[in-house]
């Protein structure tokens, strides 16, 4: 296989993984949305029914999420040096016929998104951005046992402008890369044609939308005290 | 010619003596250009007057002036040929110009383009990709009946379809990567799609994407402004193909 070497083989790859955190996103949103009690118990029923998997596909996930993400990583800095190279002097006019905001700006979209990823990581995974209100220091009953407090470290955290804000401009982020992404992944794969396309451009920025609104729907309805702990 | 209102406009055009010379905007005014000049006739005009003050004219490349050979190479206001859908820069008229309008003119900015002067550039890295598998090698025997093998007619005019390149370089202009993406995948596809290349198919496809990065063309990110700078309107869908051949050739 010439997937790490070659021009097309290292944009599959940036496809596969791409599509496979999207994957991620669309469950975890799924699972997210449980904050708003359609889950017996909400999300922290949510929260204890992952938790209480064996360990080895705990941390089997991870590890494979991991990976995803640096390959994803790894690739995508260093096809956008090779490219920013592949036309070293600009044209005096910049003139853009189908290229997007979106497309074009991929690797910046893309580092937010990492740098955001390492802050949700530390605030609701490790929860070292604001102890006092830790999920698994704060344990409350559920179904006759003590669970960990998501829920009441979710609303502590997004009451919070700054929180919420940083949460709902990362979501912006994720938007612009997905609009761009998820069509690219199709035409990548080469499960595309010219009646598709343009089909495709459009489908992908409606799951991106979708999921730009979703996510931004937490942090909103907890700060405007719609959703209360 | 009299009959016809004149326009002025000012050119502000690449410079620049060889491959090693930093090269420089210059400003030229074009009088007397009337709306039913092509672009390169204008730029004759310009050329005239250039030569009779004794200074250099403006180098460009050109040959057929009917839109069929590929040689005309400018990117006009930022746009490959000009911009106009399906049009090389012969087939450009001034009509789609004001008067007193300016004008940029740059050649195909690409690391794999070098500039052998002002707007000319050396586009031999896409003779390479050709010669890396742009080919049937396959015996051909004696003069062959020419309705011999059966090729139904949606699958030739798809192959006509990605024939109709006719490899200006304007996909690699447009394109902020430099890649040569689109003018591979039409060679790759036109073969690929007829009963002839299939044979090849899976080492055409890795000779000649191999041959594109080896030639210093930039990757693939599915901008698609190399379908818009295109003058024959190749669709991108023959990107999406070489890119299934390609992971079909990982298996041959």
């Known amino acids: 296989m010439q997937l790490t070497s070659s021009s097309i083989g290292r944009k599959?790859?940036?496809?596969?993984?791409?599509?496979?955190?999207?994957?991620f996103a669309v469950v975890h949103?799924?699972?997210?949305?449980s904050i708003f009690g359609w889950l017996n118990g909400g999300i922290n029923a949510y929260a204890e029914h992952l938790h209480s998997m064996p360990l080895p596909i705990i941390i089997g996930f991870r590890l494979a999420l991991l990976a995803i993400v640096c390959v994803h990583i790894w690739f995508g800095i260093q096809l956008t040096i090779e490219n920013r190279g592949g036309r070293p002097q600009q044209y005096a006019v910049k003139s853009?016929?189908?290229?997007?905001?979106?497309?074009?700006?991929?690797?910046?979209?893309?580092?937010?998104i990492a740098l955001f990823l390492i802050y949700h990581l530390a605030h609701f995974t490790f929860q070292v951005i604001s102890p006092e209100t830790a999920a698994l220091k704060n344990l409350v009953p559920l179904h006759n046992e003590m669970v960990p407090?998501?829920?009441?470290?979710?609303?502590?955290?997004f009451k919070n402008f700054f929180v919420s804000f940083i949460y709902a401009g990362a979501m912006v982020a994720l938007f612009l890369h997905l609009s761009h992404g998820i069509q690219s992944f199709f035409q990548t794969m080469g499960w595309s044609c010219d009646k598709s396309q343009p089909l495709l451009v459009k489908f992908g920025t409606l799951v991106a939308l979708g999921l730009f609104l979703g996510y931004v729907t937490i942090p909103l309805t907890i700060f405007a005290g719609i959703l209360k702990g | 010619?009299?009959?016809?209102?004149?326009?002025?406009?000012?050119?502000?055009?690449?410079?620049?003596?060889?491959a090693n010379d930093p090269g420089k905007f210059e400003t030229y005014t074009a009088k007397n250009i009337t709306e039913h000049h092509s672009f390169l006739e204008m730029l004759d005009c310009v050329n005239e007057d250039l030569i009779h003050a004794g200074k250099d004219p403006i180098v460009f490349d050109h040959d057929c002036r009917e839109g069929i050979c590929g040689m005309c190479s400018q990117v006009i206001n930022g746009a490959p040929h000009g911009g106009q859908d399906r049009t090389t820069v012969c087939q450009l008229h001034m009509r789609?110009?004001?008067d007193g309008d300016t004008i940029y003119i740059e050649p195909w900015r690409a690391r794999a383009f070098p500039i052998v002067r002002d707007l000319i550039v050396d586009r031999s890295a896409?003779?390479?990709?050709?010669q890396a598998g742009g080919y049937t090698s396959c015996h051909t025997g004696g003069v062959a009946d020419g309705n011999a093998i059966l090729i139904p007619k949606p699958v030739a005019d798809e192959a006509m379809d990605a024939a109709e390149c006719v490899g200006c370089g304007a996909c690699v202009a447009g394109c902020p990567n430099g890649a040569a993406m689109l003018f591979t995948s039409a060679k790759v596809s036109q073969l690929a799609i007829l009963p002839q290349g299939k044979g090849e198919a899976a080492t055409r496809v890795k000779n000649m994407t191999n041959a594109m990065t080896e030639c210093g063309?930039?990757?693939?990110?599915n901008h698609y402004e190399c379908m818009a700078a295109c003058p024959k309107g190749i669709n991108v869908k023959f990107i999406a193909r070489m890119n299934r051949e390609f992971l079909k050739a990982q298996f041959a």
């Open chain 1, 12 to 23: 599959i790859l940036m496809a596969i993984t791409g599509q496979a955190m999207v994957l």
């Open chain 1, 29 to 33: 949103l799924l699972g997210n949305s």
């Open chain 1, 96 to 112: 853009t016929q189908k290229a997007t905001f979106a497309s074009e700006n991929m690797i910046w979209t893309g580092s937010l």
């Open chain 1, 149 to 157: 407090n998501v829920l009441g470290m979710v609303v502590a955290g």
């Open chain 2, 1 to 18: 010619m009299s009959d016809h209102k004149t326009m002025t406009l000012t050119l502000i055009v690449w410079r620049q003596k060889n």
């Open chain 2, 96 to 98: 789609k110009f004001k």
């Open chain 2, 126 to 130: 896409l003779d390479k990709i050709i």
């Open chain 2, 217 to 221: 063309f930039g990757n693939c990110t």
